[in-house]
């Protein structure tokens, strides 16, 4: 079976390590989290992957030259402009020439769902398109789902405001759909397969979905970026991943965080509930708490870095500096 992973947003709410990174590109404890998307698509039988391209494809053309991501084989889909995800579907759809029900995943998403077990579901709901399922505890920044019980979709709301979704189940990102669902889609224009595509489909009783309780999250904000990879840590993706890489100097402390290749932690800095991704560096007296550090950024001395801060790539925060809750550069 074929999947087209969507990977063409701007990953706004990532910004600044996603201002020329693409966010699928951004390491999750030490690898693309595009890869870790493929991984587990060819555990399921995936044999072919169509990535969905807008912003910045050439981060993926330069990272997988010979068109092979996990062991399989890609398609490179660009769009000529952002065409919104349903659009997004139709155009990587008909590049790549897929004519046979297919999988489409929202690339920012790491799950333990049995794909396979959601591919038979859809078969034997004979349905046009099933979407997978999983519960929240505030469904507002997501896609809301109400079904019957026998899985059929009643209506899709889209980041409801809160305290009005009707359910707290919400669309998990992971779709099968048949090739005619690409006939719902308007050609050449933006078409959001969420606003349009999905509550058009709910009108005609043949679009389902499977809830799951798989391990789940959308990678997408600093704090689900900063958790996906405490998850590894913290044993909640198989064994506990060891965050340290062989090559990091650390003579300062590191709490239950993530350093990647080449970072420095001096002595006397502190590192904790934290990412510091390749060749970034902790000056002597640094705290960095519950904060994400890009690739090759410094942390002056004494600077304390904290509460979901977001430092970008190769930015230089200066000696005693104060960072809570904030994005640097800005
Ligand atoms: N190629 C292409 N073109 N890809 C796009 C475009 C586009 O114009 N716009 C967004 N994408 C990709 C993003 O890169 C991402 O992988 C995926 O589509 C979803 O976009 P997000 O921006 O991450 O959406 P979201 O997280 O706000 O909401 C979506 O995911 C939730 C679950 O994680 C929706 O599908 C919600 O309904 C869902 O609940
Ligand atoms: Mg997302």
Same mark, same amino acid.
């Given at each position: 079976?074929? =999947?087209?992973v969507?990977?063409?947003?701007f990953?706004?709410?990532l910004?600044?390590l996603t ?7 951004l390491? /999750?404890v ?6 870790h998307v493929?991984?587990?698509l060819?555990?399921?039988g995936v044999?072919?992957?169509?990535l969905?391209?807008?912003?910045a ?6 990272a997988y030259?010979? &068109?092979v991501?996990a062991?399989?084989?890609l398609h490179?889909? /660009? ?6 995800t349903a659009g997004a579907v ?5 590049d790549?020439?897929?004519d046979?029900t297919?999988?489409v995943l ?5 799950t &333990?769902l ?18 997978h399922?999983?519960?929240?505890d505030?469904?507002s ?6 079904t019957?019980t ?23 990102g992971?779709?099968?759909f ?8 308007a050609?050449?224009?933006r078409v ?6 999905f509550?058009?489909l $709910?009108?005609?009783g043949?679009?389902f979905?499977?809830e799951?309780a798989?391990y789940?999250?959308?990678? &997408?904000?600093p704090?689900?970026?900063l958790? $996906?990879q405490?998850d590894f840590l913290?044993g ?8 340290l890489?062989?090559?990091?100097t650390?003579d300062?402390?590191v709490e239950r965080s993530?350093?990647? =290749? ?9 590192v ?5 991704l $390749?060749g970034a560096h ?10 994400i550090v ?6 002056g001395?004494?600077a304390t870095v904290r509460n979901?801060?977001?430092i970008?790539h ?17």
């Open positions: 079976m074929q =999947a087209l969507l990977v063409g947003g990953g706004t709410r910004q600044p201002l020329t990174t693409p966010k699928q590109m390491p /999750i030490g690898k693309p989290m595009i890869e493929v991984e587990h060819a555990t399921h044999t072919k992957v169509v969905s391209l807008g912003f494809p050439e981060a993926f053309q330069e030259p010979e &068109g991501c062991g399989i084989p490179y889909a /660009i769009e000529p402009e952002p065409l919104d139709r155009f990587a759809a008909l790549a020439g897929i046979e297919f999988l929202n690339g920012d998403v790491l &333990g049995d794909v396979s077990a959601l591919v038979e579901r859809h078969n034997s709901f004979g349905a046009e398109a099933t979407l399922l999983t519960p929240v505030d469904p920044r997501y896609g809301v789902v109400p019957d026998d899985g059929r979709v009643l209506g899709f709301v889209e980041k409801p405001a809160p305290g009005t979704a009707p359910t707290n189940w919400i669309n998990a992971t779709y099968v048949e090739p005619t669902v690409l006939d719902h889609i050609a050449g224009r959001s397969v969420e606003r349009e595509v509550p058009a $709910a009108e005609t043949r679009l979905a499977w799951s798989d789940w999250i959308d990678t &997408g904000t704090a689900t970026y958790q $996906a405490l913290d909640r993706r198989g064994p506990a991943h060891c965050g890489d062989e090559t990091a650390v300062g402390t993530e350093i990647g =290749a080449n970072c420095v932690v001096e002595t006397g800095a502190v904790r509930n934290s990412v510091l $390749a902790a000056a002597a007296g640094a705290v960095i708490e519950g904060s890009g690739w090759g950024a410094t942390v001395a004494g979901l801060s977001v970008g190769g930015a230089k925060v200066p000696a005693g500096e104060a960072l809570d809750g904030v994005t640097f550069p800005k």
